[in-house]
Antibody, heavy 121, light 107 residues
Framework: QVQVVQSGAEVRKPGASVKVSCKAS????????MHWVRQAPGQRLEWMGW????????KSSQKFQDTVTIVKDTSTSTASMELRSLRSEDTAVYYC??????????????WGHGTLVTVSS | SYELTQPPSVSVSPRQTASISCSGD??????ASWYQQRPGQSPVLVIY???KRPSGIPERFSGSNSGSTATLTISGTQAMDEADYYC??????????FGGGTKLTVL
C-alpha cells in the first residue's frame, strides 16, 4: 500500500524545537521529492519546503529559511522536518506530501495524515 | 511574492454544477492544481496540470486555466463533495503557493 505515515502529535514551549518525521512505504522513496506543508487552525495551506530524496538537496520558503531543516534517511525511507525557535503562531498541523513535477511545476499526489504541533507555555 | 485568490465560499444545489475560481497574475502561463480537504482530513489531489484527474477521482471533477484564472468545475455535485478546495501553483520566485481556500456548500 502506497502511503506516508507521520509521527505523532507534539507539544512544545515557545523557543523550543520540534522534529516531525514521515515514513514512506509502497513506492521507491528516492524517486519522488518530499514536501512539507502546514495548516494553522482555520487557515490556508502553507508550503514550507522540500527535499530531493535522491541527492538530499533542499529548498525552503523564504519565510522558513532560517528556522527549518529538512533531512532524509534513505535506509528507512523517512523524511524529517525540524522547526526551531517555535512561537505560538507555529501551532498547526504539519503535513508531508509526495511531490510530482514535470518541469516548472509541483503538485502533491500523496499526503500524510498530518502531525499536530502545539506551541504553548 | 506571488499570490492566488479564491472566493471564500461557493454554494450549489445537489446535481447542479459548481465552479470555483482561482486568480493570479498570468496564472494561465503556469500549471494549476486543485485539492479537496474535508473537515479533519488531509488534502486530496483532484486536478493537476490544469485539467488532469488522478486515478480514482470522479469524472465530474474538471479543470481549466486561461489568462489569470483557473477554474475547478464539479458537474452533478453530490453531498459528498462538500469540502474546502484549494488551488495551488508554482512560481519561480515564490516556489509553491496555495490559494486561500473555498468552502463548497451543497445546499
Amino acid at each position: 500500500q502506497v502511503q506516508v505515515v507521520q509521527s505523532g502529535a507534539e507539544v512544545r514551549k515557545p523557543g523550543a524545537s520540534v522534529k516531525v518525521s514521515c515514513k514512506a512505504s509502497g513506492y521507491t522513496f528516492t524517486s519522488y521529492a518530499m514536501h512539507w506543508v502546514r495548516q494553522a487552525p482555520g487557515q490556508r495551506l502553507e508550503w514550507m519546503g522540500w527535499i530531493n530524496t535522491a541527492n538530499g538537496n533542499t529548498k525552503s520558503s523564504q519565510k522558513f529559511q532560517d528556522t527549518v531543516t529538512i533531512v532524509k534517511d534513505t535506509s528507512t525511507s523517512t523524511a524529517s522536518m525540524e522547526l526551531r525557535s517555535l512561537r505560538s503562531e507555529d501551532t498547526a498541523v504539519y503535513y508531508c506530501a509526495r511531490g510530482r513535477s514535470s518541469g516548472p511545476d509541483w503538485y502533491f499526489d500523496l499526503w500524510g495524515h498530518g502531525t499536530l504541533v502545539t506551541v504553548s507555555s | 511574492s506571488y499570490e492566488l485568490t479564491q472566493p471564500p465560499s461557493v454554494s450549489v444545489s445537489p446535481r447542479q454544477t459548481a465552479s470555483i475560481s482561482c486568480s493570479g497574475d498570468k496564472l494561465g502561463n503556469k500549471y494549476a492544481s486543485w485539492y479537496q480537504q474535508r473537515p479533519g482530513q488531509s488534502p486530496v489531489l483532484v486536478i493537476y496540470q490544469n485539467n488532469k484527474r488522478p486515478s480514482g477521482i470522479p469524472e465530474r471533477f474538471s479543470g481549466s486555466n486561461s489568462g489569470s484564472t483557473a477554474t475547478l468545475t464539479i458537474s452533478g455535485t453530490q453531498a459528498m463533495d462538500e469540502a474546502d478546495y484549494y488551488c495551488q501553483a508554482y512560481d519561480s520566485s515564490t516556489a509553491v503557493v496555495f490559494g486561500g481556500g473555498t468552502k463548497l456548500t451543497v445546499l
